[in-house]
């Protein structure tokens, strides 16, 4: 039986102004803390695949893997053949055995979709998602996500130095840190920008860009259900998305 996806719980505290601890920020700690918050807003794009490639490693580590051999697997890997690079980026796959309708990708390159949404979607609908996902990637939004997510974990370690806790960068905020990550929305703007990426990598490798509509009808439709996947919690307005999809495929029909 498919799990729901592992992840701590975590409280989300806005990291505003470092004056506000007064001179408890000349301790070690604080100072180091300090500085993570500065450096949150320069990561080099090599740093923040680093810091998404230990997220990704975390999330590996605590969720059940689809294993070649299996129903699951072997769909993904039929499915992204031949899609080991995109637009620059190296990527690697995997499917998560989860209930969950939702997928990810991140700065590094690492794709993960969840059993949930594969029992949901055809496979040219998944193939959507995935291109939309990647958009989020090579338009920059993921970046500015792990570095406000970085930024939390900058204050916390703040904190954690303030009460003797000490160590900057523990391994048990990684949780939380990835929870923050997968739980931040993506503005309007964003959202739309990575449908038409996400279009566009349907029409470069000659799948069915019609699937995208179809895709975001069926996240409408449990959206009016009450439905609880976070595609469907994350992504609002699918229906009018849905109609904008559509619109594109009618035109590319017409070229």
Not at 126 to 131: C, N
Not at 164 to 182: C, P, Q, R, S
Request: aromatic share 8%; hydrophobic share 40%; glycine share 10%.
């Amino acid at each position: 039986m498919k799990k729901s996806i592992l992840l701590f719980a975590v409280v989300v505290m806005g990291f505003t102004s470092q004056a506000q601890f007064g001179k408890k920020l000349l301790k070690k700690g604080n100072v180091d803390a300090a500085k993570k918050v500065t450096k949150a807003a320069t990561l080099s794009d090599e740093d923040m695949a680093a810091l998404s490639l230990q997220s990704v490693e975390w999330m590996d580590a605590n969720n059940p893997i689809a294993a070649m051999g299996t129903p699951y697997g072997d769909r993904l890997a039929k499915l992204i053949e031949g899609l080991e690079t995109e637009d620059g980026l190296q990527l690697n796959f995997k499917v998560y055995e989860v209930v969950d309708i939702n997928a990810f990708a991140t700065p590094d390159g690492s794709v993960r979709v969840m059993a949930g949404l594969m029992d949901l979607m055809t496979d040219a609908e998944l193939l959507s998602v995935i291109g939309h996902e990647i958009g989020h990637v090579k338009l920059g939004h993921s970046k500015k996500r792990y570095q406000s997510a970085y930024t939390i974990s900058a204050g916390k370690d703040v904190a954690m130095a303030n009460t003797g806790a000490g160590k900057v960068l523990a391994d048990d905020e990684i949780g939380g840190f990835v929870e923050n990550v997968l739980n931040a929305q993506f503005s309007q703007s964003n959202e739309s920008a990575s449908d038409e990426y996400g279009f566009k990598f349907l029409v470069k490798h000659g799948f069915d860009y019609h699937a995208m509509e179809g895709a975001f009808q069926k996240l409408a439709e449990l959206s009016s259900d009450g439905g609880k996947g976070s595609l469907t919690s994350s992504h609002p307005g699918s229906a009018k998305r849905a109609e904008k999809a559509k619109k594109w495929a009618e035109e590319q029909d017409g070229k």
